[in-house]
């Protein structure tokens, strides 16, 4: 079968490519993200933020148990004490280092039986916290999934233009053999030789170029995984493109699993609960009070030599706030307002969110119909390219117009490399504005 000197010359350069890659890990987009979910420090510390959520919903926390504490002391004194009486009936007393010890110990208990229910609404508002704990750490994850799609197939997309960088490198270098043939024959210059032999090394400082461009690619995504960013791997060889999504059934999708809309739709639960607790405080507070107290005095002077009491105590204890200068109106209606603020920002995101989808909707579409072009265009500058290098070889065209077929073969290509990434980028922004994991995205 008949294959064209130029499709060679990239089947030759993407081998070469491939058979340095087979020493390498090869790393898919799937098992990037896994590495990502379990290394990735921000991921890390949202999901320890959101299990501080977690642990804040509890009925201790929200005021629903009893407190009781327990305290003793002991302590002694020392002093010199001298009494003086009228009359014989008392004796006259002096006592040089009298000790006097004293021995105490309570225990109380002190229980809120009722806050205008303000326990209950401050419960329910620990379990938005933690359901915003939650929403936030999922937030953090798919940000860095999306970041991980875009850095992966860049990954890709430099592969793909150092490949085509290395076919061009093996063009130059025929120009090379066929420009010395020449002249060696007589029927060529030094001057083409020069120029094609310029042109070779422009070539391999841009292949030199673009190895760098996609070491620091590779950089980025051990960096956003977590890991060593010295780790040597390989890439998947093309960018796959989902090329059915739907306009309606991404906004209906968007408007009900985008992560940022919950967050705000969660935000604004926390809010109506917290103008809930503000209104508890309308009411008094009940507290159940039970103690026992014990006391122990002893004294080397005096009278009374050992003084000993103790026993229980119980009762309740009522509060109600009279006046506090209109704080607590104050706090209602900054709440209030703070509510209406929130119910702005959910319709703000809603139409952030269609902004967003109508935005990236549309680069996916002139990126999908850039595809499509390009392909053409690169099936028409391999051909020119291949033509060119047989008049080259014949003597029919000069240098200046092998480099230009060149020229426009490198072009065509990065151009499609580059629509493909577009492409992609746009379906992945796509999907994270409809919140599906990373496991709902077309690899």
């Not at 510390?45 to 327990?70: C, H, K, M, V």
């Not at 209109?326 to 509510?339: G, H, M, P, S, Y």
């Not at 053409?376 to 240098?399: C, H, M, P, W």
Request: aromatic content about 6%; hydrophobic content about 40%.
């Amino acid at each position: 079968m008949f294959r064209s000197p130029i499709l060679t010359l990239i089947l030759i350069g993407a081998i070469t490519t491939n058979v340095t890659a087979q020493n390498q890990e090869l790393l898919t987009l799937d098992q990037a993200i896994r590495i990502s979910l379990d290394n990735n420090f921000s991921i890390q510390i949202a999901r320890n933020n959101a299990a501080i959520d977690d642990n804040n919903q509890s009925y201790g926390n929200a005021g629903f148990f009893p407190e009781l504490t327990a305290a003793a002391s002991r302590s002694k004194r020392i002093e010199d004490s001298k009494s003086e009486f009228s009359g014989n009936s008392i004796p006259d007393r002096d006592v040089k280092g009298a000790e006097t010890t004293t021995t105490n110990a309570t225990a109380s208990l002190n229980w809120t039986i009722f806050d205008g229910l303000g326990m209950f609404t401050t419960y329910e508002k620990l379990g938005e916290l933690k359901k915003l704990g939650a929403i936030e750490s999922r937030l953090t994850i798919e940000n860095n999934v999306a970041q991980i799609i875009t850095a992966y197939f860049n990954i890709v997309r430099q592969q793909k233009i150092a490949e085509v960088l290395e076919s061009t490198l093996e063009v130059s270098e025929q120009r090379i053999q066929i420009a010395e043939t020449r002249k060696d024959l007589g029927s060529g210059s030094e001057y083409d030789l020069l120029q094609a032999r310029a042109d070779y090394n422009a070539d391999r400082a841009a292949v030199i170029r673009q190895e760098v461009t996609l070491e620091d690619a590779k950089i980025l995504l051990n960096e956003l995984m977590g890991r060593n960013v010295e780790s040597t791997f390989s890439v998947q060889s093309e960018i796959p493109v989902n090329t059915d999504l739907v306009y309606d059934e991404i906004i209906t999708r968007a408007l009900s699993g985008n992560i940022e809309l919950a967050l705000a739709k969660t935000n604004e639960r926390v809010t109506e609960l917290e103008i809930q607790e503000i209104r508890a405080e309308r009411f008094p507070e009940i507290d159940l009070n039970v103690g026992y107290g014990y006391n122990l005095n002893e004294s080397a002077a005096g009278f009374m030599e050992l003084s000993q009491n103790k026993g229980f105590n119980y009762g309740l204890t009522a509060r109600v706030t009279l006046f506090d200068g209109f704080d607590l109106e104050r706090r209602r209606q900054n709440a209030e307002i703070a509510l209406k603020n929130r119910r702005l920002s959910i319709r703000e995101q809603e139409q952030r969110i269609k902004a967003g989808i109508n935005s990236e909707f549309n680069n996916y579409l002139s990126a999908l119909r850039l595809v499509e072009l390009e392909e053409e265009n690169l099936s028409y500058a391999e051909q020119t390219v291949d033509i060119a290098l047989e008049r080259f070889k014949l003597g029919t065209i000069n240098s200046i117009e092998l480099r230009e077929a060149q020229r426009t073969l490198i072009d065509a290509e990065s151009r499609l490399i580059q629509a493909r990434f577009e492409a992609k980028a746009a379906e992945a922004e796509l999907f994270r504005l409809m919140g599906i994991g990373s496991s709902q995205v077309d690899r």
